[in-house]
């Protein structure tokens, strides 16, 4: 690929690198230059044009990111067009996206022209959300650097769907609890099964005793659950605690006991025979995000979760409030706010493209009203709103509506048939 100044005369199949906005003229960067389009900048005056002329074997950005984009979804992922260079991988169904950050990393270190960004891996998606994007940084690229990109990552990225599983609960009681903590934990935990697509089966509330506990989780066990959730009257202190010797009673296998996720620090592995026993601490009877809600949907997705792996989830296990990180719980009016869902999101599209002939020579779009121009009233109505995700659709001077909505979280979508 060369870039640079190439004369007007010698343009016909470039690619411009950047707009020209001149004399009449209006082409936007990215636009390969026709035979017409020769003639007209060369009648407009313009001698140069500084542009991309591909070499033999070079794949343009779309091309590259396309056949990159292929390549690197996996299962449960569907690829989209590409456009200005970019190529995204959104979710089929919902689940856990499953990366491997290693062949990320080896992707993006062959070519600075090449970057591949994924959500952190076993994110929480809905069908639909993106989970990758590939970019282009330049004009084009060498058709051998798209082919080590592929063979270095393909199918490095995934979406472990959930999967429907028969579940169980055990609440263990003790003189003094109100029957109404025992009535709002199954409520809740049907609620966080629901949203993954799983059924509560199962609801026992039994005495606190090694005894009462081993046969409701025999009870469970004889009723094929695949997962038995035990939530005690409280919290299990040690391994050789009442829940977790119900499970050694019935001859079941201590995995670990213990996790570096707060809150869900006092969260207990087992498993008897194929059961999953998870022993839970008093907080799970919140809908607030928890260390067990991890736990759970790597269960139900079925990538797998091990005492090795509890220890692994430290780093970005601080689940409370602190001081220094935003709090989208702290306005919640109810717990319910938080509970993890798959309500589908409503997206909000700016029509922004217009050339405001009406205004004469002002561009309504950035017409300032009350010290903001109007764009950025209607991008700031629709982010307030909390739709997500806010595209804004340019075409007449979209460089200047995007430097009016510079630092707004809006995604901007350039049509450049805005004139017809």
């Not at 343009?60 to 569907?78: K, W, Y």
């Not at 959930?162 to 109404?180: A, E, I, M, N």
């Not at 460089?399 to 909505?405: I, K, R, S």
């Amino acid at each position: 690929m060369k870039f640079g100044e190439t004369p007007v005369r010698e343009a016909a199949g470039v690619i411009l690198a950047h707009s020209i906005r001149e004399r009449g003229i209006s082409f936007r960067k990215g636009r390969v230059l026709s035979d017409i389009d020769v003639a007209s900048l060369a009648d407009a005056g313009i001698a140069t044009v500084t542009a991309v002329q591909l070499d033999d074997g070079d794949l343009d950005e779309n091309a590259a990111a396309a056949r990159i984009g292929e390549a690197i979804a996996g299962a449960n992922l569907a690829v989209s067009a590409p456009g200005t260079g970019r190529c995204n991988l959104n979710a089929t169904k919902a689940g856990l996206a499953v990366i491997d950050p290693a062949r990320v990393d080896a992707l993006n270190l062959i070519d600075e022209s090449v970057t591949l960004a994924t959500l952190a891996p076993l994110s929480r998606v809905a069908a639909g959300d993106l989970v990758a994007t590939v970019k282009i940084i330049t004009f084009a690229v060498p058709g051998a650097t798209v082919e080590s990109c592929i063979g270095q990552a393909q199918g490095c990225v995934t979406v472990a769907p959930f999967r429907p599983h028969r579940v169980g609960l055990v609440q263990t009681r003790l003189p003094g609890l109100k029957p109404q903590i025992y009535v709002k934990a199954e409520q809740v935990t049907q609620a966080r099964l629901t949203s993954l697509g799983c059924e509560l089966t199962h609801n026992i509330l039994c005495d606190h005793d090694v005894g009462a506990v081993a046969a409701a989780l025999d009870e469970l066990r004889a009723a094929n659950c695949d997962i038995a959730l035990v939530l005690g009257a409280t919290a299990i202190a040690d391994r050789a605690d009442v829940i977790p010797a119900a499970v050694t009673t019935l001859g079941g296998e201590i995995e670990h006991f213990g996790m570096p996720v707060d809150p869900g620090n006092l969260m207990l592995l087992a498993g008897i025979g194929s059961m999953r026993v998870l022993g839970l601490p008093g907080s799970a009877r919140s809908p607030r995000l928890h260390g067990f809600d991890w736990v759970l949907q790597r269960i139900i997705a079925g990538t797998g979760i091990s005492g090795d792996g509890l220890m692994r989830m430290g780093v970005g296990g601080l689940l409370k409030e602190i001081p220094s990180r935003p709090q989208p719980r702290a306005s919640a009016v109810t717990d319910e706010v938080d509970m993890p869902t798959n309500t589908p999101r409503i997206a909000a599209i700016i029509l922004a493209a217009g050339q405001s002939r009406r205004m004469g020579s002002t561009n309504k779009l950035l017409a300032e009203i009350d010290g903001k121009p109007m764009v950025v009233h209607a991008a700031d109505a629709a982010l307030n709103s909390h739709a997500d995700p806010v595209i804004v659709v340019t075409g007449h001077e979209p460089e200047q509506v995007a430097a009016a909505l510079d630092g707004r979280a809006v995604e901007l979508v350039h049509n450049p048939d805005f004139a017809d």
